[in-house]
Nanobody, 122 residues
Framework: QLQLVESGGGLVESGGSLRLSCTVS????????MGWFRQAPGKERERVSC?????????YYEDSVRGRFTVSRDKAENTMYLLMNSVKAEDTGDYFC??????????????WGQGTQVTVSS
């Protein structure tokens, strides 16, 4: 049974940093493409970053976070991370990790974590 558990959310001041973790069980963290998504209050869920399988090795970022956020994987910990630097108020929301049924960041994810909340204070 594939399971994803996010952690690391919390309250952070504007301009600060936060690292989110997505611990994976049931599959190796680099077997399939995985993404980070966020849902701001009153808005639809959007993808902020995606990393394809280790065989493909591509990373994608949504325009508003490119240059500030970094996605990575640690195979020893079987965990995916999202390092959020220079956070802004508009980064506030619930953050979810998800796996894709593919090696590539295409289509829709099939497994989701429960989410972790990030609040940026201005």
């Amino acid at each position: 049974q594939l399971q994803l558990v996010e952690s690391g959310g919390g309250l952070v001041e504007s301009g600060g940093s936060l690292r989110l973790s997505c611990t994976v069980s049931g599959v190796t963290v680099d077997r399939y493409a995985m993404g980070w998504f966020r849902q701001a209050p009153g808005k639809e869920r959007e993808r902020v970053s995606c990393i394809s399988s280790s065989g493909d090795g591509k990373v994608y970022y949504e325009d508003s976070v490119r240059g500030r956020f970094t996605v990575s994987r640690d195979k020893a910990e079987n965990t995916m991370y999202l390092l959020m630097n220079s956070v802004k108020a508009e980064d506030t929301g619930d953050y979810f990790c998800a796996t894709y049924p593919s090696y590539y960041c295409d289509g829709k994810p099939d497994y989701w974590g429960q989410g972790t909340q990030v609040t940026v204070s201005s």
